[in-house]
């Protein structure tokens, strides 16, 4: 770190040196300037972290570039305290790219450096205890002779034997190692320093979680179906300006093999990867893969790791030591050099959307980042997201396609089970037809996957005698009881509270639960399958560092039974052993007032139903609704994504949703209802204005109303939507609402650009 003392009273005339433009992780949209002191000039260079004064702190930040003082106008600049980096943290490439996201997504650029750097290095609560070093010894002097070995050491034989050990370790060893597994003193290994024999050096320690994994099998042989696509992709990575592939293939089409033989190309021609994966939980599973092809060139980058392992990687891709980084959604800002391709995996996973400030979404940012590097950009999915889907019909895309299994092994059956038919009485969680199909796989020692896409024991507690229900106090939303801990939790702001046993409004002892839960399934099927050996896998249950792959590789051994699960377990796993999938409730995305939940609906179902049949044994799957002749579902039964996207399309058109239209979702929020309400009100008269007046006549202005969740973590929340036929346009109006509307103080102006969900 360089760092000076601050000077306050300097002459005006100082203010000719350079001056800095700074942006601090804070939540505001405009930078800071500051005086760059003569003895910081050399060092003060765009990407490096700085420390500022700001009002009575000090404060870290970035240097985003350095402007001539004319530009800043007369006033009397602070100077920077501290250059804290010798070189940057954000390369002029990920400088650009970061300064993209804000833009685009109308973000505090602080932010979203802080988003691209690993925790701790710009603000944020980094759990860090330093760096990691160890000591090591190394041989500094040859004694190629016994007569000089004899005439150095004359009679410190224990020194001798140091050194001789230390020849024939290759000439270094960790100091801890010589003194505890060798018995050889401090003091020995410091006599060897003093004859200049040897030195210590304190060097950092590489953490890589990871280093241990078993690497998976060889990669299979290529079917004439990877071979085109695989031949494809590496001939347009060659193009001056390669753009973007969207890579649909039906699950269990080998997509993941096509990836891995790009990325070798890739390398081979001296460049780096990336592979973005949407899940935690498949992680493991990827990592396992991609290092049995690339070894130790391979980093992991995901928020499961702890500060220290992210730092670590994300310094290992800096420097060039790996040329591969996987992770999920932060990943695509990995510092890699000389970037060749990213690849999206599930590309349409909801997951790669940030749900808070900067709110960008990873695909997004990854088409962007590729077109910057001269990189291909490679969106993989058994089921496209319409956005991407239609960019390759249009051709503005290059548009590829895996029609069948990688293997001899087709698509599973699916049947429909009507919940509207069932005789059995609440809850209905196993159709007869999916609780026989569970008990024959039993029989025959196959395994099999439930999906429910709702954790906890029952979905909400009520009263039957007044009517009272369990809500959250922050939140309008019920709350959910957890059996196991005896808790009722509200899965939005984490608030819980012991379970009742009177209602409290009218101390009636008759309280119902309600709604279905993967932790009352799991108590269903124990009592149902005594003999099953049962696995859960949500929220709950993966909290540990590992559990995600704890869990899956138990499931690879044989020693599960039946894995039931949230949408976590639904893409992207390979487990050949499971033959029967059953979907326990299809409907609970489709009832939510969102323009993607029959999308969601689809991709989820089509996404589950492909984990059956992997193996050399046929699948069955069976999904229980009570819409059977929805669109969304009767799609999934056949596999059939085209057919979905173009009724999906349609449908979408008359009202206008992306992809026809560009959307952005403004939300006010503050702790008055009645406050929210007038400035949301207040807003759209604004906007309104301001269309007026600059003559734009391609953005639509739509509300506002409530959110459907009004109330969140303790604030009330309003929304309207703008909806526009062109991008730019859309961007420049956004640009100056954040700067100009007139929000009233003690409320909050949230935009969320081209938004995953409207909840």
């Known amino acids: 770190m360089t760092e000076r003392p601050s000077d306050s009273n300097r002459p005006p005339e100082q203010l000719e040196a350079p001056v800095a433009r700074v942006s601090l992780p804070r939540p505001v949209l405009q930078s800071f300037h500051y005086r760059i002191p003569p003895d910081l000039t050399a060092v003060a260079v765009p990407g490096v972290r700085v420390v500022v004064p700001f009002g009575h702190r000090r404060e870290t930040g970035i240097l985003e570039g350095v402007v001539e003082p004319p530009d800043v106008g007369s006033t009397r600049l602070k100077d920077l305290h501290a250059v804290l980096d010798d070189r940057p943290v954000l390369s002029p490439d990920l400088l650009r790219l970061c300064r ?177 994966v949407p899940e935690i939980a498949l992680t493991p599973q990827t990592v396992e893969r991609v290092r049995s092809e690339f070894g130790d060139d391979v980093a992991v980058l995901h928020s499961g790791l702890s500060d220290g392992e992210r730092r670590d990687a994300w310094a290992a891709l800096r420097d060039g030591r790996k040329k591969v980084a996987v992770g999920t959604r932060s990943a695509v800002f990995a510092p890699l050099p000389n970037l060749g391709v990213i690849v999206v995996d599930e590309e349409h996973d909801g997951s790669y959307k940030q749900g808070e400030t900067p709110r960008y979404h990873a695909r997004s940012v990854a088409v962007v980042r590729a077109r910057m590097a001269g990189a291909l950009c490679v969106l993989g999915s058994a089921t496209p997201s319409l956005e991407s889907w239609e960019l390759g019909r249009q051709g503005r895309w290059t548009s590829l396609l895996l029609p069948d299994r ?64 369990a809500a959250c106090d922050s939140c309008n939303v019920s709350l959910t009881w957890h059996r196991r801990r005896g808790r009722l939790v509200c899965h939005h702001c984490h608030f819980e509270q012991a379970s009742r046993e009177t209602c409290p409004e009218c101390g009636g002892a008759t309280l ?29 249950t993966t909290g540990g560092k590992w559990s995600h792959r704890d869990i899956l590789e138990s499931v690879r051994r044989r020693e599960v039974d039946i894995l039931l699960g949230t949408q976590m377990i639904s893409k992207g796993l390979d487990l050949p052993g499971v033959t029967l999938v059953g979907v326990i409730d299809a409907d609970v995305g489709l009832n939510l007032p969102d323009f993607r939940a029959s999308e969601r609906t689809f991709q989820l179902l089509a996404q589950v139903a492909g984990r059956a049949g992997r193996g050399s044994l046929p699948g069955k799957v069976f999904v229980q609704t009570a819409k059977p002749a929805h669109f969304a579902i009767q799609t999934a039964l056949e596999h059939d994504f085209e057919s979905f996207a173009v009724r999906e399309l349609d449908d979408r058109a008359g009202p206008g949703y992306p992809p026809h239209v560009r959307l952005a979702n403004l939300l006010v929020t503050g702790q008055s209802e009645t406050a929210v309400a007038d400035a949301a009100e207040a807003l759209r008269g604004w906007l309104e204005g301001v269309l007026e007046r600059k003559g734009i006549t391609s953005t639509l202005v739509l509300g506002p109303a409530p959110c459907p969740i009004d109330r969140l973590r303790g604030r009330w929340r309003w929304h309207l939507l703008l909806k526009s036929d062109d991008a730019a346009v859309l961007g420049s109006v956004l640009r100056h609402t954040a700067s100009s509307a007139p929000i009233p103080s003690g409320l909050r102006l949230e935009i969320d650009r081209d938004p995953e969900s409207l909840l």
């Open 100 to 276: 993209w996201v804000a833009d685009y997504y109308v973000a505090p650029a602080g932010l979203v450096y802080r988003a691209a750097l690993p925790p701790g290095l710009l603000g944020g609560a980094a759990r860090r205890r330093g760096e990691l070093r160890r000591q090591v010894i190394r041989i500094v002097r040859e004694l190629p002779t016994l007569t000089e070995r004899e005439r150095v050491f004359g009679r410190a034989r224990r020194q001798r034997e140091a050194y001789e050990t230390l020849e024939s370790m290759g000439g270094q060893a960790e100091v801890a190692h010589m003194e505890k597994q060798l018995g050889f003193g401090r003091g020995v290994l410091a006599g060897l320093v003093q004859r200049e024999l040897a030195e210590i050096t304190s060097e950092a320690i590489e953490r890589d979680p990871f280093a241990g994994l078993q690497t998976g099998p060889p990669q299979p042989e290529l079917n004439p179906a990877q071979v085109h696509v695989l031949e494809q992709l590496a001939h347009q990575a060659t193009e001056s300006d390669p753009g973007v592939a969207v890579l649909r293939g039906v699950t269990g089409s080998g997509k993941t093999v096509v990836y891995l033989r790009l990325v070798r190309t890739v390398l081979d021609r001296g460049r780096s990867a990336i592979l973005l």
């Open 406 to 469: 990688a293997t001899p092994h087709p698509l599973p059956e699916v049947e429909v089970v009507d919940l509207r038919q069932e005789q059995s009485p609440p809850p209905r969680i196993l159709s007869s037809l999916l609780k026989s199909a569970l008990a024959d796989r039993l029989v025959k020692g196959e395994q099999s996957i439930l999906l429910l896409n709702r954790r906890g024991h029952s979905t909400w507690v009520s009263c039957d005698e007044c009517g009272w229900v």
């Open 512 to 540: 119902a639960f309600t709604g279905v839960g993967t932790e009352q399934v799991e108590r269903y099927l124990g009592e149902e399958f005594p003999e099953a050996r049962i696995a859960r896998m949500d929220v709950d």
